[in-house]
C-alpha cells in the first residue's frame, strides 16, 4: 500500500468537507492566505475551522484539498458550481486553473489522490448526499 493511498484511507471523515485535519496543516494555510475565485467573486481569508470559512483538510507535496460551507455560516463555496473548466483560481501565491469537476459520495476519498488543487462543498445546496468537487492544476 502506498503512502498517498494510506493517507487518502486515513483521511476519509476528512474528505468529507464535513471535517478538519489536525491544527498542523490547518495552521500552515490559514492566516494570511486568501482563496481567490474571480468567476463567483469569492476573495476569503482560509480558515482554522470550517465554520470560520474555508479550510485546508488535506495537504501533502502534491495535493492541496480545501473545504468550504455552501448554505450555512459564511457559506464560501455556494456558488462553486458555477465554475467552469478554465477558470482561475489562486490560493496564496499559487494560480491554479479548473480542469473538471465531478460529485462524489461522501465516502469516496480517491479526491485526495488528485495532483493539484480539490475543492470541495456540499451537493445539492443544504444536502450532504454529495460532495461537489472541483479539480484544478497548479500554472505558477
Known amino acids: 500500500m502506498s503512502f ?8 476519509t471523515v476528512v474528505a468529507l468537507g ?22 463567483i467573486g469569492l476573495n476569503v481569508a482560509l480558515s482554522r475551522t470550517l465554520d470560520g470559512g474555508p479550510i ?22 455556494n456558488q462553486l458550481p458555477a465554475l467552469h473548466r478554465g477558470d482561475m483560481i489562486r490560493v496564496g501565491p499559487h ?5 473538471r469537476m465531478t460529485t462524489v459520495r461522501p ?21 450532504d448526499a454529495y460532495r461537489y468537487v472541483v479539480f484544478a492544476k497548479q500554472i505558477s
Open 107 to 127: 465516502w469516496q476519498t480517491w479526491i485526495v489522490n488528485y495532483r493539484g488543487l480539490v475543492l470541495s462543498t456540499c451537493y445539492p445546496a443544504g444536502s
Open 18 to 39: 464535513l471535517a478538519f485535519a489536525g491544527p498542523g496543516a490547518t495552521a500552515q494555510a490559514a492566516g494570511t492566505a486568501h482563496i481567490v475565485i474571480p468567476r
Open 56 to 77: 485546508v483538510y488535506y495537504r501533502d507535496a502534491d495535493t492541496l484539498a480545501i473545504a468550504g460551507h455552501r448554505t450555512t455560516w459564511s457559506h464560501p463555496f
Open 4 to 11: 498517498r493511498t494510506l493517507a487518502s484511507s486515513l483521511v
Open 95 to 99: 494560480v491554479y486553473r479548473v480542469r
